[in-house]
């Protein structure tokens, strides 16, 4: 069957960096996808990965790892604002996105 | 103005009972989808549609059912409201790129008594 997991909750302090993990399995894959959710609100784009490597996008970055089928978003210089759920994504060889149940990010000062 | 709007934002309805909610998008997207969110788990995908004629089910459609009555808007019912289908309901759109970045909408809570 497909699978993502991601642990359900991390806890990181203000100005640290935070690394989210991120494994999948599908039937074929057309890339990974990282989004942000706020408490109450709705999930907003935050990266996408298709080939190996790593995509830097300011303080946050995410990288792959097809033939692990891994995936991590890194987040440096944590703020306050960042406490979120973090949602991961798999594409498969449909295009139907794969969810995971998102992984909830614990800012402390 | 928000890009993807949802109607209403919160509804408390009863067993039984036929609700709609509704999605409309100034985004000019053609795909638009309704997924629902329930605590401890991932999204799920209803149903999407890629074109105004082109309706899908998604992964649990049962209970289900969507209109898109124009490209900007795309409804979905509940025909007799159940409580396990008390969840947050998001209606998303993408431009169907490389990438498929969705929009969501703010979402619906339904709460189904």
């Known amino acids: 069957g497909q699978n993502i997991d991601q642990p359900t909750e991390m806890t990181a302090t203000e100005g640290a960096i935070v690394q989210i993990n991120c494994t999948y399995q599908?039937?074929?894959?057309?890339?990974l996808f990282w989004y942000q959710q706020h408490a109450g609100e709705a999930p907003t784009f935050l990266s996408y990965n298709v080939l190996d490597g790593l995509e830097e996008k300011g303080r946050f970055s995410s990288f792959l790892s097809r033939s692990k089928g891994y995936s991590y978003l890194l987040l440096k210089e944590l703020q306050m604002k960042d406490s979120a759920s973090y949602l991961c994504?798999?594409?498969?060889?449909?295009?139907?996105?794969?969810w995971g149940a998102g992984t909830k990010l614990i800012i402390k000062p | 103005d928000a890009d993807v709007t949802q109607t209403p934002r919160n509804r408390i309805t009863k067993t039984g009972k036929r609700i709609m909610l509704e999605c409309s998008q100034t985004k000019g997207h053609d795909r638009m989808y309704w997924y629902r969110q329930d605590p401890g788990l991932g999204l799920r995908l209803i149903y999407y549609?890629?074109?105004?004629?082109?309706?899908n089910k998604g992964e649990i459609s049962d209970g289900y059912s969507v209109s898109r009555q124009a490209q900007a808007k795309f409804s979905l019912s509940l025909e007799s409201a159940i409580p396990n289908q008390t969840a947050l309901y998001f209606c998303?759109?993408?431009?169907?790129?490389?990438?498929?970045?969705?929009?969501f909408g703010s979402g619906t809570q339904l709460s189904v008594l």
């Open positions: 994504a798999a594409m498969d060889s449909n295009y139907q996105l794969i």
């Open positions: 998303a759109t993408s431009d169907g790129g490389d990438a498929e970045k969705l929009f």
């Open positions: 599908t039937s074929g894959f057309n890339g």
């Open positions: 549609s890629f074109d105004v004629k082109d309706i």
